[in-house]
C-alpha cells in the first residue's frame, strides 16, 4: 500500500526555520516525483513546487520560490519542505503528494501538516 | 505562469442530478489537465488526469474531457458523497497551478 506519512502540527514564530518531512513507502521512492501543496482555508491550494528523488530535478512555483527549499533524501525515502524565515503568511496546511510522471496528477497523498506561524 | 479559470464556483444540484463543472486556462495547455476533490479535513484526491482518464478507484459516473484551453468535468448520478469543492490543475508546464474550485453542495 501506498503511502505517505508527514511530520506533526507545527506552531512557529516569524523568522524562524522550519522543516516539514513527508516518509514515503509502498512503492519505490525513486521512480515517481513527490510534490507540495498548500491549502490556505477559505483559499484553494497552491502548487509549491516538486523533486525527483532519482536526479534532484526540482521545479518551484516562482511565487514561492523565495520562501521555501525542497529536498529528498533517498536512503530514507523522505521528502522535505523547507523556510530559513517564516512569516505569518506562510500559515497553511502542506500536503505532500506523489507524482507518477511529467504531466500527469498528483496520485497519492500525505495526511497533511498544519502549519502555524504567529506572533 | 498558466493561470486556470473555473466557473462556476459554486452550485447547488440534487441527487440523481448530472453537473458540469468546467476550467479554462490562459493559454493552449493540450490535454494536460487534472482534476480533484476535496472535503474539509482530508486530503486532495485525484479524479481525471490528462483531461479524460479516470483514475484507478473512482466511478465512472466522474468524466472528464477537453483540449486546448477548455475544458470540463462532468459528474452524473450524483450521490450524497460528491459534496465537496472540486479543483483543476494544469501539468503542462511549470508552474501546475490549480484554478480556484468550485464548490457543489448536493
Known amino acids: 500500500e501506498v503511502q505517505l506519512v508527514q511530520s506533526a502540527t507545527e506552531f512557529k514564530k516569524p523568522r524562524e526555520s522550519l522543516r516539514i518531512s513527508c516518509q514515503a513507502s509502498?512503492?519505490?521512492?525513486?521512480?515517481?516525483?513527490i510534490g507540495w501543496v498548500r491549502q490556505v482555508p477559505g483559499k484553494g491550494l497552491d502548487w509549491l513546487g516538486i523533486?525527483?528523488?532519482?536526479?534532484?530535478?526540482?521545479r518551484y512555483n516562482p511565487s514561492f520560490r523565495a520562501q521555501v527549499t525542497i529536498s529528498a533524501d533517498e536512503s530514507t525515502n523522505t521528502a522535505f519542505l523547507h523556510w530559513n524565515t517564516l512569516e505569518v503568511s506562510d500559515s497553511g496546511r502542506y500536503y505532500c503528494?506523489?507524482?507518477?510522471?511529467?504531466?500527469?496528477?498528483?496520485?497519492?497523498w500525505g495526511q497533511g501538516t498544519l502549519v502555524t506561524v504567529s506572533s | 505562469d498558466i493561470q486556470m479559470t473555473q466557473s462556476p464556483s459554486s452550485l447547488s444540484a440534487s441527487i440523481g442530478d448530472t453537473v458540469a463543472l468546467t476550467c479554462r486556462a490562459s493559454q493552449t495547455i493540450s490535454v494536460y489537465v487534472n482534476w480533484y476533490q476535496v472535503k474539509p479535513g482530508k486530503a486532495p484526491k485525484l479524479l481525471m488526469y490528462i483531461a479524460s482518464k479516470l483514475q484507478s478507484g473512482v466511478p465512472s459516473r466522474f468524466s472528464g474531457s477537453g483540449s486546448g484551453t477548455d475544458f470540463t468535468l462532468t459528474i452524473s448520478s450524483l450521490q450524497p458523497e460528491d459534496s465537496a469543492t472540486y479543483y483543476c490543475q494544469q501539468s503542462y508546464t511549470s508552474p501546475h497551478n490549480f484554478g480556484q474550485g468550485t464548490k457543489l453542495e448536493i
Open positions: 523533486t525527483n528523488p532519482r536526479d534532484f530535478d526540482t
Open positions: 503528494a506523489r507524482l507518477p510522471e511529467l504531466g500527469a496528477g498528483f496520485d497519492a
Open positions: 509502498g512503492y519505490s521512492f525513486t521512480n515517481f516525483w
